[in-house]
C-alpha cells in the first residue's frame, strides 16, 4: 500500500511562501484524484486543495488564488505552492487521495507568525 511522507513546512512570516512536498512509497499514477489536507490546533482536519491525474484542480476558497497544487507522476510527488501565507494557515498539513481512504504520513508543521 502507498505510503506518504510530507515535507517542507516550516516557520514563515505572514506575506512569506512555502512549498511542500508529498513523497509516495509506491505509484502515485493510479491515484486518480489526490488532495493536500491540513489540520489546524483544536480543529478538524480539512481538505484544502485536489488535483485530479488529468489535471483539475480544485481548491477550499480560503487558499483561491494563493495555494496551487500539482503533481509528478514519474517521481511520485505532489507539491503544494503556497503564497501569501496568513497566520490562518498555520497548521498540519498532510496528504492523501481525496477520499483519504489510504494511511495517513506523518504530516508537515506550517507556521505562520511574525
Known amino acids: 500500500q502507498v505510503q506518504f511522507v510530507e515535507s517542507g513546512g516550516g516557520l514563515v512570516q505572514p506575506g512569506g511562501s512555502l512549498r511542500l512536498s508529498c513523497l509516495a512509497s509506491g505509484s502515485i499514477f493510479s491515484i486518480y484524484v489526490m488532495g493536500w489536507y491540513r489540520q489546524a490546533p483544536g480543529k478538524q482536519r480539512e481538505l484544502v486543495a485536489t488535483?485530479?491525474?488529468?489535471?483539475?484542480?480544485k481548491y477550499v476558497d480560503s487558499v483561491k488564488g494563493r495555494f496551487t497544487i500539482s503533481r509528478d507522476n514519474a517521481k511520485n510527488t505532489m507539491y503544494l505552492q503556497m503564497n501569501s501565507l496568513k497566520p490562518d494557515d498555520t497548521a498540519v498539513y498532510y496528504c492523501n487521495n481525496e477520499k483519504a481512504t489510504m494511511p495517513w504520513g506523518q504530516g508537515t508543521q506550517v507556521t505562520v507568525s511574525s
Open positions: 488535483i485530479a491525474d488529468f489535471g483539475i484542480k
